[in-house]
């Protein structure tokens, strides 16, 4: 069973100027694309080829840089689609408690998403994750990923370059700012959080 492409969950006008369709037809069309069909190279003929993506980035990791650079980008990019929203409506209900609980308020919160993705240095993701009933930001290096680590990560951006460097330049902070600020997808979120199992990508 082949992985496929993903197709985003809103138009590619949508996020505009924050992310523009310019951006999204490199970023989703060429870079994910790329990953998917790298994945879809290296397990076709073996043992992997019929298993969940899940399953795929937690089998490499460790034994197959290659193949676990590639799913986890596949799964990586699939879940920050699905973070980012067109209208960012702010969180609710037991999301909303939780924030507050761990972090004081939405507005501190936000400031650590930018703060945590600002410092990190060179490519990779900054998340909001849960683990043992707590919220935590935490970032990651390249194409690490937090889905078989053991928390339950609830939203994801991107801090590689090519998610950003057409609309904002080097200029990370503002585009960090425009996503948290106007277009994080907290009912993914907090679909997440009340699920309490790691997403699942499918396409």
């Not at 992310?19 to 998917?36: N, P």
């Not at 019929?50 to 840089?65: F, I, P, T, Y």
């Not at 590639?70 to 699905?82: D, E, R, T």
């Not at 501190?108 to 935590?136: I, M, N, Q, R, Y």
Request: overall charge negative; some cysteine.
């Amino acid at each position: 069973m082949a992985f496929t492409l993903m197709p985003l969950p809103y138009d590619a006008e949508a996020l505009a100027p924050a992310i523009t369709a310019e951006t999204f037809s490199y970023h989703h069309g060429k870079h994910h694309q790329a990953y998917v069909d790298k994945t879809n190279a290296a397990v076709e003929g073996t043992d992997l080829a019929n298993k969940s993506l899940e399953d795929v980035v937690a089998a490499s990791r460790g034994s197959d840089q290659g193949l676990f650079n590639n799913s986890a980008q596949v799964w990586n990019h699939g879940f920050y689609w699905h973070s980012l929203a067109p209208q960012s409506t702010g969180p609710t209900g037991e999301l909303a408690a939780k924030i507050e609980e761990c972090f004081g308020s939405l507005t501190e919160l936000k400031d650590l998403l930018k703060s945590k993705g600002a410092g990190h240095f060179a490519s990779g993701w900054v998340w909001l994750v849960e683990k043992g009933g707590k919220l935590e930001v935490t970032d990651t290096h390249d194409a690490d990923t937090l889905v078989d680590q053991g928390g339950n990560p609830l939203l994801v951006i991107d801090l590689w370059e090519h998610a950003y460097y057409l609309d904002h330049q080097n200029a990370r902070p503002s585009y960090l700012s425009a996503v948290v600020d106007d277009h994080l997808n907290w009912d993914f979120a907090a679909d997440n959080l009340e699920r309490g199992s790691v997403w699942a990508y499918s396409a």
